[in-house]
């Protein structure tokens, strides 16, 4: 089992940068891939970001590439994505998400652990 939690979800206006980072437990992480999802009203959850943990690749979805920096702290077993130039669209529930790294496809699916998520909001 992993266990994971987010912080660092909150309100903030358009252009303004967060930063969010996830805390992982239970298990060594070498094997894992680390994701970011997405959640707003009334939509699917969608893929932001992804990292290999052993090796460090990373992938992004087209609607934050270049604005989103996702990395990880080997130390202390977290993952943070770095969020800047945000937009009102970017308002949504954000949630950490680990999953086997044999399986590099973006499905929220693919992941088999997830955490409560946060929620951010960005105001107009």
């Known amino acids: 089992q992993v266990q994971l939690v987010e912080s660092g979800g909150g309100l903030v206006q358009a252009g303004d940068s967060l930063r969010l980072s996830c805390a992982a437990s239970?298990?060594?992480?070498?094997?894992?891939?680390m994701g970011w999802f997405r959640q707003a009203p009334g939509k699917e959850r969608e893929f932001v970001a992804r990292i290999i943990w052993n090796g460090g690749r990373t992938a992004y979805a087209d609607s934050v590439k270049g604005r989103f920096t996702i990395s990880k702290d080997s130390a202390k077993n977290t993952i943070s994505l770095q969020m800047n130039s945000l937009k009102p669209e970017d308002t949504a529930v954000y949630y950490c998400?680990?999953?086997?790294?044999?399986?590099?496809?973006?499905?929220?699916?693919?992941?088999?652990?997830w955490g409560q998520g946060t929620q951010v909001t960005v105001s107009s």
């Open positions: 239970g298990r060594t992480l070498s094997s894992y891939k």
């Open positions: 998400a680990a999953g086997p790294s044999y399986n590099l496809a973006y499905r929220a699916s693919t992941y088999n652990y």
